[in-house]
């Protein structure tokens, strides 16, 4: 049989549960540790990652041996045990996610625009940021729900 080549590059957003502030500066340098190590041992490659308080960016060379929902759903689940563990034992990640498709010629983009998320957001807050990136893949928003309002 002959060897299979891809090369896929993901950015993946996704945000706290009701869009709270809670990811601190003070150990967001340690979850993005924790979470990259979560993406190695599926197989794939950091490529950057960074959060504000309320959501999380990364940019991920993804290896076509897993689902893309497997892998969010996994880190997902085990940084958000991580957490609960380590710091907030209510914490929670907002069910769903943005994942984006770029080419190589893209990716060194994507990782500067990841990498300064903390000045992008002094003016756009992450929910214009989120439908700004849902219009430029052409996904209609319409009436869907982005995020979930508070109970």
């Not at 041996?65 to 689940?77: E, T």
């Not at 625009?113 to 940021?129: G, P, T, V």
Request: aromatic content about 12%; some cysteine; overall charge positive.
């Amino acid at each position: 049989m002959a060897d299979t080549f891809s090369q896929v590059h993901i950015h993946f957003v996704f945000a706290v549960k009701y869009r709270q502030a809670l990811i601190e500066a003070s150990w967001k340098h340690r979850l993005h540790q924790y979470i990259t190590g979560i993406v190695r041992n599926n197989q794939h490659k950091m490529l950057q990652i960074n959060s504000m308080p309320d959501h999380i960016h990364m940019l991920i060379g993804f290896r076509n041996h897993q689902a893309i929902a497997r892998l969010i759903q996994n880190v997902k689940s085990e940084s958000s045990k991580w957490i609960r563990d380590q710091f907030l034992p209510d914490f929670l990640w907002q069910q769903g996610y943005g994942a984006f498709s770029h080419s190589y010629s893209a990716v060194e983009t994507v990782v500067h625009y990841i990498q300064n998320q903390e000045q992008h957001h002094r003016k756009h807050s992450f929910l214009d940021e989120y439908k700004q990136l849902l219009e430029q893949c052409d996904l209609e928003v319409g009436k869907k729900q982005i995020f979930s309002p508070p109970e």
